[in-house]
Nanobody
Framework: QVQVDESGGGLAQAGGSLRLSCAASGRTFDNYAMGWFRQAPGKEREFVATIIWSAGSTYYADTVRGRFAISRDDAKDTVYLQMNSLKPEDTAVYYC?????????????????????WGQGTQVTVSS
């Protein structure tokens, strides 16, 4: 079992920055990827960014590429999402997700169904 806990988030003005953190604990020995998704009211949960743990490869949604940066701290089993140049349309609940290497769902990393553990979510609100 893996526990995933997000922190950070809050309120920012358009053009501002926020940083989210997500720490994994428990049976994290087979961490394949950790990523961020977001869900705005009335919309489906959508992919934001992910990092492949062993290789450090990163992937981004087109809507955030160049503004957001995902990074990891191996020793702390923690992933970060630095969000710059925020826009009102970035307002959503942001969820951290963990994908085990042993998970039988394959190696996809851009869909919510690709991940097997989730955090509780943290609200990000960007005012215009």
């Amino acid at each position: 079992q893996v526990q995933v806990d997000e922190s950070g988030g809050g309120l920012a003005q358009a053009g501002g920055s926020l940083r989210l953190s997500c720490a994994a604990s428990g049976r994290t020995f087979d961490n394949y990827a950790m990523g961020w998704f977001r869900q705005a009211p009335g919309k489906e949960r959508e992919f934001v960014a992910t990092i492949i743990w062993s290789a450090g490869s990163t992937y981004y949604a087109d809507t955030v590429r160049g503004r957001f940066a995902i990074s990891r701290d191996d020793a702390k089993d923690t992933v970060y999402l630095q969000m710059n140049s925020l826009k009102p349309e970035d307002t959503a609940v942001y969820y951290c997700a963990y994908k085990s290497a042993s998970d039988p769902r394959g190696l996809g990393v851009r869909r919510p169904d690709d991940y097997n553990y989730w955090g509780q979510g943290t609200q990000v609100t960007v005012s215009s």
